[in-house]
Structures are given as C-alpha cells and as structure tokens.
C-alpha cells in the first residue's frame, strides 16, 4: 500500500474530538466550562456545564432573615446588583404591604440606571477583549470608575451593593451627587460618540459579528431568552415596558430594539440602551421629588403575610423574577431567583451548532453572561 | 548577591494568572486597568496559561465542585509560585459559610498554602496593590514603595 | 389566538375543571385567598384570577401532576415564553409543590400553574418537550428537590457536582 493510495483513498471518515474550554479560561468570563465536540473548527455538540461556582443563594434564603438575605442579593450578579436588591426588596415589600416614598423610588431608578450603565461598560469591555480588541477594555473601566465613585460616596460599596432597604433607601442622595451624576451624564455623551465612530463602525468588528450567531424570536421565546437577547431578535420586550414597576411609568425613554438576532444586533442593543439609561437618569434628576427616603415604622424583624409572591425587574441581562414564599416567619419559607443568564445560556447548545469555535466565542460574549448568575 | 538580583527581578515582574472567579474578579480587572494599574509594578500581563504565570490571584469563592480545578492549576505552575487569597471568600468562605453549608470550600489555604491574604468583599483595587507590595516585600526581603498613612 | 386573560381563564377552566377534586391544603388556602388572592372566589376553584398589584401575577392554575403538559401547550400555543421552574417543599403536609412560572412576550400577562406530588413518590411529567427553555429549570428542581420529571432526556445534576446524590433544598437536609 503506497502512501498516494492512502491519501487518494475517497472515504475519510469525520472523526470528533471534545475539547473543554473552561472551567478557567480567559473567555469564559467566569467559570465556565464547555465541552464542545469538534469536526475541525465546527461544532456538532456544546454542552454547557455549570456549578463551579455555586454558592447556595437559595438555601441560605431559608437560613436567613428577610434583611440579612439583602447583602446576597448584591452577589449573584454583582455588577447589576442593584436591580436585584430592587427585585427582592420589592417582592417584601408587596408581601408586607410596605409602601415606598416616592423620592425613594426615584433614588432606585436612578442608581439602577447608572449601575446598568457601569454594566454594560463591563460587558463592552470584556466583549471585545474577546474579540481581541484590548483598548476598549481601558477606556470603559475609566468610564466606568467615574459611576463607581458617584455610587460609592452614596453607598459605601464600589460593586456588590447593598443599598435598597425596606421601605426605602438606607441612605439619602446629597447636593454632591446630584450635580456628580448631572456632570457624569453630559460627559458621557461625547463619549458614547467616540465608541461608535471608534469601535462600533470599525470594519474588523462588523466582520466579526454581522450574521453570526443567528438565534430567531421564537427560540428566545421557547427558551425564555430575555434582555437583549430578546431585543436583538427583534422582539420589543423589556419589563419596564411590559410589566411597569417602581417609577418608570413617569419616564420618557425608548426601548433598543434590532430584528437581525445576530451579534451584531445584541451589541447594539446594549450601545443604545445606554443612551437610553442617561435619558432616564437625567429625566429622574429633574423630577426628584422631596420627602423622606425611607418609610418610617418597618419595623427591625419582618414577618410578611402567609402566601407567595413575586417581583420581576429588568436586570442589565434580562428578566430577574424573585419569588418568595412566606409562612408568616421571619425567615423566609423558600426564595427563588429566576436568574436572566440561566435561560439566556440554555439556548447556547443549540444556538451554537455548526458554528466555528471563535464564532462561538462571540456568541458567548453577546450573550452577556454572569456566571455566578447562573449558578446562584 | 545574586539571591537579592533575583528576588528583586521576580518581585518587578510578577505575572498573574488569569483566575478570576466571582465580584472579586472584577476588582482585579478594575486593578488592571488605566485608573489604579497594576503596570506600575510589573504585573499587568495576566496570563492565561498557568505554566506561565508567577501569582495565582484566587479571586472569588472556591466551591466543592471546582476544588479540583484549582488544585490541578496549582500543581501545573512552576516554582517559584506564590499564591494571594484575594476577598473574604478565598480567605475563609466568605459570607457563604452558614452552618450546615454544602458547597463552599472555608478558604483556599485548605487546598494549598497562600502567601498573602487580601481582606474585603470585595477589596478595593488599592487594596490588591496593597497585598502584590506585600507579596514583593516577602520576595525581596524590605519594602521598596512608600507606606500610605490615613490623615 | 385569546385576546383578553379571561378568555385564557376559561379556556384553562374547560381543561382543569372545577368538580375535579382538589386537595385542600392549608398553606393553598392561604396562597389564593389570605392577601392578594380572590378571597369571594370559592378556594376549591383552580383557575383563579389573583390581585397582579400585590402577588406579580394575573392567572393562578393550580393542576394535577397530569395536566402541567396540557397547561403547558395551551400557553404554548398563545404565545407565552417560559419563565422558571422549581419547587416547594411542604414538608409538613407530605408534598412538593413544583411551580411553573409564564411570561408573555408581547403584553403584561402573567400565568401560574403550580402541581402538588406526593414527598414519597415526587414523580410529575416533563414539560421540556413543549419549551425547550423548562429542560435546564427542571434539572436544577430535581437535583435540589429529588423530583423526577417524567421523560425528561438527560437528568443529571447542572450546579451540584455530578456525582450528587443529595437534595439540598430539601427541608430535611442536612449537609
């Protein structure tokens, strides 16, 4: 048998091979791990696994009271913590019956918005860090520091907040943060200019991402894929829009909405939305109302009504949904965190396939993934 | 002679290994960026591959499940090695520990030893500078940057 | 297509009738009447409109273990995305609850169907069949409530490790 024969020989038979990213690997953005089964540089099989970083947020629901769960809530997914404080908090509150001041309400948009904001700079950062793009990693963190030094003379904490209370705010904004957060606004407009003419419309990264990665509406409806995910597919949902919570019903803002479903139109998605969020931000510094910043009266240890109840907001990353079941007590019977990165991930098994790995890649970083948000 | 050459090479260039884990990750990349950057002492290179990191920075919460992993990247680095325990949870647990816990590992000095231990949940990214100078003056034998005294 | 939760309440009132018996558990009477529930609505009615203002949803369905995938296309079929999954342990009255959460795309719409298993035996039909997104909710609900979805492909642990034989939300667990 010459070696001509072997080559020229028409049958070859595909072989597979599994290769396993993770669980620590630069692109993975938190502890991943994914055994994908690989024909060369396709895909034919991504099985995510999840749990290396699972830290028991629900079974220490049922260990702790109402008020010391608060601090958990800042680290499933700590760089949108805030909206998930507003999330548990709120359920309680509608469990309790617990009425919120108005300025208060207007401090939590405010702050979720600017934390959306430092949220999707992360993402930005680490997305195209991904793709390769080590620049805009720099120039969002910087951005970012000056949201983080608003928050944190408010708040105390630089990342997993723990700000929200019962009833309010624990503590109230000052003149220093208002005309911090006024300044911070209108320098970064310009700045979201210089992103788009600068990375947005860079030739290397429309390659990259227009047409790959295509996911359609009505997988995103089958797997209850929400956030920009959802809006990238064309479908305008967003729970501040569809089930209005807090105040926003008093805001004038636009949901970022793209038919395409491919990368490119999830990234700009984000991009737009915050714009959108400065929009809500400056609107709500307008209308901050006086009054007090916390309900007076809640009293030190909760006990809510006998029965189920939920809350829903609209995480940087999609839906949170926190239901909670209480028997009366003052630590809660069950508390359950509907996470926005657990369904937005269990689409990527089927979303990836046949796809080349830095492809994949790409659609990974799209997604937006927190993966102690998965793993709670 | 040569020791102290050496050590002084080793401590202004110290690598780390890309080994984020949880919130504490995000203050290693905040350290690592422009405002606070770790450049300035020679370990802004994070490297993904352990084979060729110095530092292990354990920044988040060690889990049952991911145990072996961690175990596994620290056998694969090569001497000298150094490891920092970055955060509450990779010191003792963290705020995760609660009587009857299943899946936190209380501290990542139960897997091998640390060399520097970072408080905080997260720490500020000051704090990780403050905890690589510390690293560098175990190395070198004295510290070489100035104290920051609190007014 | 429905256009309106009432007509979506009577459809799931000719699925899940209302002279089926139902069993009448205390902590269910407190769910659908005690604060926020249609307290006039006599409590052995299992499709419920509930007050959205103060539980976050329209529709409370409480089903039998056999009609969840029923439930699960007639939502499936008007459009609603699937939320979450998970479970309840009662374990002072010998059951688990598994609760299925909905969510509409295009509206505010909001639907609950909840299934009682019995502890000894918690055995309920898959629903991942009809959303692929339940595939992923019903393996963490087994894996930390040792409920067995019924024709489920691949039940095997997701965040505990894989060697897991343990059910730690469970109300008796002790690590």
Redesign the interface.
Known sequence: MSALSLLSSGEREHETFILNVG????ATH??LRLKLTMDGEYITRAEPV???????H???G???TWAQFL??TG?ID??AAMAYGHAYVA?VE??A?IVVPARAEYIRVITSELNRISSHL?WF?AFLLDLGGFTP??YA??D??KILDLLEALTGS???YCYYRFGGVCNDVDDDFIRGTREFVAGMRPRMKMYRELVTDNIILRKRLIGIGHISAEM??????TGPV?RGSG?A?DVRK??PYSVYRDFDFDVPVFPEGDCMARYLVRMEEMVQSLRIVEQALDKLPGGPALTAGVPRVLKP????????VEAARG?F?V?I?S?GKEIP??V?L?TPS??NL??FE?ASQGMMLPDALALLGSLDLVI?DI?? | MLDDVLSLARANSLWPLTFGLACCAIEMMAAGASRFDISRFGAEVFRPSPRQADVMIVAGTINKKMAPAVKTLYDQMLEPKWVIAMGNCAISGGPFVYPGQYAVIEGVDKLFPVDVFIPGCPPRPEALIEGILKLEEKLTGKRRWPEVIPQ | MISSLQELADQFSKLIPQDAPLPETPAAAGASCAHGGVASQASTNPVQMVDYAIKGWHLDVRARPDQVVAAAALLDENGFATDAVTGVDWIAEGEMEVVYDYFHPANSWRVVVRARVPRSKPEIPTISQVYPGANWHERETHEFFGIVFLGHPNLTPLLLPEDADYHPLRKDFKA
Do not use: W
């Open positions: 669980p620590q690997h630069p938190g502890v999840c749990g290396y970083i699972h830290r028991m629900e079974k220490m049922e260990n702790r601090p958990n680290r700590y760089l359920a509608r469990a019956g992360v950062g990693l720099l963190f910087d970012r520091e630089r990342l997993t995103c409806r089958k797997y209850g894929a959802i479908v949902y569809n089930e009504a006998v029965g189920d109840y939920c809350f829903a839906r949904l239901r079941v028997d019977y069950r359950r509907r657990f369904s269990s689409l089927e102690p793993d709670r």
